[in-house]
C-alpha cells in the first residue's frame, strides 16, 4: 500500500467537499436552479480574477480560452507580440500562427521574463501590433512575468491588448485584472481553483469586445460575443455547460471566499518561500530568476539523474512531481504547491525530496531542509 501526494503544478488534488459537489444528480442547465448556481459562480469568478468584466465559461481545457483570446480578438494577417520564456508563452505563439497571425516573438531565456522596456520598444517599432500575448506563472520553468508593468505600457494604447494566460497563477500569484489593464485573462480549473480538468475561463474587457467586433478568425464553440449573449440572457452559456463541473467550481468559489483571495495568495507565499529556502540549503538551486509562489522549479544537481529522481520520488515516496518540458527534461524538477496546499504538503515533499537524493548518492543531512521549511511555515 502506498499513499499517493499529487504535487504537480495541474492538474492539483481535490478537497473532498469539491468532489462530492461534483457527484450530485445532474440538474438541467436551462433551469433557474443552475442560472442562479452558474450566476453566483461567475460572480464569485470575478472576485478571484479582481475584475468587473465579465467572465466566460467554457467545457474545455485551459488552452480552449487561449485559443479563444486569440479567434475572438484578432483577424489572419494581424500582428501580435508573444511573450516566450517557456513551453506556455510559446503555446500562444503556435496558436497564433495556426490562425494566420503574423508573430512578433519576444523570446527571453527560459528561467526569465521579458523586460518591461523591451515589450516597449517592440511596440514602438511596430506600432500596428494589435495584441501582447504573455503568461502570468510560465509553468514550465516556474517563472513569474511582470503583468502590472506590462499593462502599464499597454494602457494608453487604444489599438493594443493585453492578453494574459493566467492558467496555472490564478489563486496563487497576484493578479489584478482591472487595476493591470489586462484585458483578456485566461484560466483554467484544475490548477489553483482545486477542481477536475475541463472549465476554461475568460475575463474580457470593454477594449477587447470593441476588437471583437473586427475580428475575422474563424470560430464557432469559442465565439465569445454568442457566449456573452447567452450569459447576458440568462441562458446561461450557448452551448451545453459542464453542469457538474460548474457546481462544484460553485463549491471551490465558496472555500476560497471563505479564505478570501488575499490570504489564498499569502499562504501560496509562505510556501512557496519555505519551499525554495529549504531546497537552497540542500544546497540545491533554484532554476528560475523570478520564482513564482505556484510552483518551484529545481534545478538536479550534477551527478544525480533528474529522470531518476522524479522517478525515485514518485515510484518509492508516492510523491508525483513534474520533470522539466521540452529542452529542460531530466534537468529540473517542479514541485507545486498550488491550489489544496498546506504546510504538511511542503515538509512532505522537502522530506521525500531529500530522501530522495540520498537514495541517489547525494550528500544530505536529512531533515535539514524540513527543518529550514518548519521555521518558516510556523
Ligand atoms: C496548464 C497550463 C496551460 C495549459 O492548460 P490546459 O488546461 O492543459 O490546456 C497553459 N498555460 C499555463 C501557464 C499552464 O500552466
Redesign the pocket.
Known sequence: MQKVYLMT??PTPVPDDIRLAEAKPIIHHRTKEFVEIFERATEDLKSIFKTQNIVLTFL?????A?EGAVVNMLSPGDKALCIMGG??GE?WGEICQAYGIEVIPLNVEWGDYARPEDVEKILDQHRDIKAVFT??????TGTLFPIKEYGEIIRGRENTLLIV?????LGACDIRTDEWSVDIC?S????GLMLP?GL?FASVSGKAWKFAETSKCPKYYFDFKKQGKALEKKSPTAYTPGVSLVVALNKALSILKEEGIDNTLERHAKLARATREAVRLLGLTLFSKNPAN?VTAINVPPGIDGGALKNTLDKKYGIKVAGGQAQLKGKIIRIAHLGYMGEFDVITAISALELSLKDLGYEVSLGKGVAKAMEILK
Open positions: 503544478p495541474g474545455s481545457s485551459g488552452t480552449g487561449m513551453k506556455f503555446r503568461t502570468l506563472c510560465e509553468t514550465s494566460d493566467a492558467i496555472s497563477g485566461v483554467g480549473s484544475q490548477k480538468p476554461a505556484a
